[in-house]
């Protein structure tokens, strides 16, 4: 069961790569920019499979990661900027958007000021509810945007470069190979435990509308 959920993901990421290419990883990274879960741990080292495949660049899919970040920030930005916090306290368990990660969030935006977006697309989590808080401080969005764009470049090249070498050694080293069929299981059921978690955690502490 575990192989086959996470076959499912890893084709249908795929699929939208390899028939959109730089448009797909664009679109993917946007989503989870827009604080969708869809982890960008997955979508870019995807990418990076098909550079080895010689279908994208390495340069090419960090620069469209890097603008699908930008454009699914924009969406939550503005949510921020005009909802505010009771928007996001009424809807936002919708999206799995969890209280401690949004409460986290606020606070390095309150105590850092805009240089936390550069710093907040480097960093797991964070980087998904960044721009919720920049939003709601309304944050010159000249500045939001090279921010996101100068944070989420290194993440994606690194996340591709890693999907890369992956598969350069999928393909020329046998032991590698040989080393994932044996242990295979655990690792997809390491994964599937990750996002179990993820989805039960966000579920459970998801940010819920205020009692009157």
Not at 84 to 99: C, E, N, T
Not at 171 to 194: D, M, Q, Y
């Amino acid at each position: 069961m575990s192989e086959k959920i996470i076959a499912l993901l890893a084709h249908f990421i795929i699929a939208v790569i390899s028939a959109s290419g730089y448009a797909g990883v664009a679109s993917l990274m946007g989503i989870e920019s827009a604080c969708i879960p869809l982890p960008s741990e997955i979508i870019m080292p995807f990418a990076g499979y098909l550079v080895h495949a010689g279908q994208l660049t390495l340069i090419g899919v960090a620069t469209a990661g890097a603008i699908g970040c930008n454009l699914g920030s924009a969406i939550a930005y503005w949510i921020g900027a005009w909802g505010g916090r009771p928007f996001i306290a009424k809807y936002g368990r919708f999206v799995l958007l969890d209280q401690r990660d949004l409460d986290r969030a606020e606070h390095f935006f309150s105590r850092y000021g805009s240089i936390t977006v550069f710093v907040g697309r480097l960093l797991p989590v964070i980087r998904t509810f960044i721009a919720l808080p920049a939003g709601i401080a309304r944050m010159n969005q000249l500045r939001f945007h090279i921010y996101t764009f100068l944070g989420s470049w290194p993440w994606c090249f690194v996340l591709a470069y890693v999907g890369m070498k992956l598969g350069q050694a999928w393909e020329t080293n046998p032991a590698f190979k040989t080393a994932f069929h044996r242990f295979h299981l655990a690792v997809e059921i390491v994964i599937l435990a990750g996002i179990v978690w993820f989805v039960w955690t966000h579920w459970k502490d998801r940010v819920r509308p205020s009692q009157a």
